[in-house]
Nanobody, 124 residues
Framework: QVQLVESGGGLVQPGGSLRLSCTASGFTFTSYWMLWVRQAPGKGLEWVSTINTGGGITYYVDSVKGRFTISRDNAKDTLYLQMNSLKPEDTAVYYC?????????????????WGQGTQVTVSS
């Protein structure tokens, strides 16, 4: 049974940090590109970041560059998103997803498996 389980969300003050985790099971994690997307209240899905199978290639939306870092530990079948200097506009539900045949790292339609999401709220 394929599962992606996100964790690490919560309430944080502006300028604070959080690290999200996404633990995979039921598929060969090392063969899959991974991404993070988010959905703010009342808005659609927004792509945030992507990492390739080996972890050496990463992509970020401009609004998080320099603040967020995506990484993966293939020995632990786990994806991470380190979020620093958080802003109120980062408030959203964050989802991870896995894709095997990703023709474009930014297109969420190429990703096959999705987690249930974790809430991140940035507020004073």
């Amino acid at each position: 049974q394929v599962q992606l389980v996100e964790s690490g969300g919560g309430l944080v003050q502006p300028g604070g940090s959080l690290r999200l985790s996404c633990t995979a099971s039921g598929f060969t994690f090392t063969s899959y590109w991974m991404l993070w997307v988010r959905q703010a209240p009342g808005k659609g899905l927004e792509w945030v970041s992507t990492i390739n199978t080996g972890g050496g290639i990463t992509y970020y939306v401009d609004s998080v560059k320099g603040r967020f870092t995506i990484s993966r530990d293939n020995a632990k079948d786990t994806l991470y998103l380190q979020m620093n200097s958080l802003k109120p506009e980062d408030t959203a539900v964050y989802y991870c997803a896995a894709g095997r045949r990703v023709l474009s790292p930014f297109v969420i339609g190429y990703y096959d498996y999705w987690g249930q999401g974790t809430q991140v709220t940035v507020s004073s």
